[in-house]
């Protein structure tokens, strides 16, 4: 003989939830020490020198979408937002911002065209090869600061794994539509 099923949702969380939580609180434990005594990242020279150029290279990434935006500026809705986040990025890691993000969105002539793009420093005449050169940007930059989790410390580790994340989002966000 069976027995009916119980009307009655059960009260509390689900096992799921349970497991997902205590995993997720697994990370954060292992991940909120900081590094061990001659660990990857204890020079703090290197810690400096790895910020240093993770800060450059946001900057440099902001002079590619201020050189797309001068080049093509029906797309300046779209990726004035993104450009922001990454001028953001290069201030989390000690950059000194040069102009507020409402300013025009237009780097200096030599920024433009050292950042721009490829060797000659142009940006594409199409707005969708524009488009592919800033994914193909953000995803080299991110593929870069993912490699470079294990040798730093762990807030600068978890300041690059979430700038890498913003990172393989803006990829998604410009390649959209792209289908």
């Known amino acids: 003989m069976s027995l009916p099923a119980s009307p009655r949702l059960p009260s509390g969380p689900r096992r799921r939830s349970l497991l997902a939580s205590a995993a997720g609180a697994a990370l954060l434990v292992g991940c909120s020490g900081g590094s061990d005594p001659g660990g990857p990242g ?3 020279s290197a810690t400096e020198r790895a910020r240093a150029r993770a800060a450059r290279d946001s900057e440099a990434l902001a002079g590619r979408y201020a050189a797309v935006i001068a080049a093509h500026p029906g797309l300046a809705e779209r990726l004035r937002p993104l450009r922001e986040e990454v001028v953001r990025h290069a201030e989390a890691f000690g950059a000194v911002r040069a102009a507020s993000p409402e300013a025009s969105a237009e780097a200096s002539p030599s920024v433009s065209a050292r950042a721009a793009g490829p060797e000659d420093g142009a940006v594409p005449a199409s707005e969708k090869e524009a488009l ?3 994914a193909a940007a953000e995803r080299e930059l991110t ?5 470079a989790l294990a040798g730093v410390p762990g807030e600068l580790a978890r300041l690059l794994a979430s700038v890498a994340a913003a ?3 803006h990829v998604y966000l410009l390649t959209e539509g792209d289908g």
């Open 143 to 147: 593929d870069r600061r993912t490699g």
């Open 42 to 44: 204890d020079d703090p």
């Open 132 to 134: 592919a050169l800033l």
């Open 167 to 169: 990172g393989a989002a």
